[in-house]
């Protein structure tokens, strides 16, 4: 599975981005996907996962109520919609699958995110 994330960029504090990650190969449905970011300094974090039917998703307690994940199995593409953004929301995010519900076995380059305050 080859991943490439897309859709960061700068915004002001209380912003929104979304991010995508388009997968290829067939098995895209089978997997569980997740996003991740690290910050300067700092280590990769987990920020979110869904399921591979998308009827499970998973967050980090920093984002939950701010950030949405969700998939389209038919288009092979995660998203992350993110809500009310945060100074400290900023990062390179990176995108994964794999089988485990936080998944890592798959990874995407990176999308920065930079959020002004």
């Known amino acids: 599975v080859q991943l490439q994330a897309s859709g960061g960029g700068s915004v002001q504090a209380g912003g929104s981005l979304k991010l995508s990650c388009a997968a290829s190969?067939?098995?895209?449905?089978?997997?569980?996907m997740g996003w991740f970011r690290q910050a300067p300094g700092k280590e990769r974090e987990f920020v979110a996962s869904i399921s591979w039917s998308g009827g499970s998703t998973y967050y980090t307690d920093s984002v939950k109520g701010r950030f949405t994940a969700s998939r389209d199995n038919a288009k092979n593409t995660v998203y992350l919609q993110m809500n009310s953004l945060k100074p400290e929301d900023t990062a390179v995010y990176y995108c994964a699958a794999g089988i485990a519900a936080i998944p890592g076995d798959y990874w995407g380059q990176g999308t920065l995110v930079t959020v002004s305050s």
């Open positions: 190969g067939r098995t895209f449905s089978s997997y569980a």
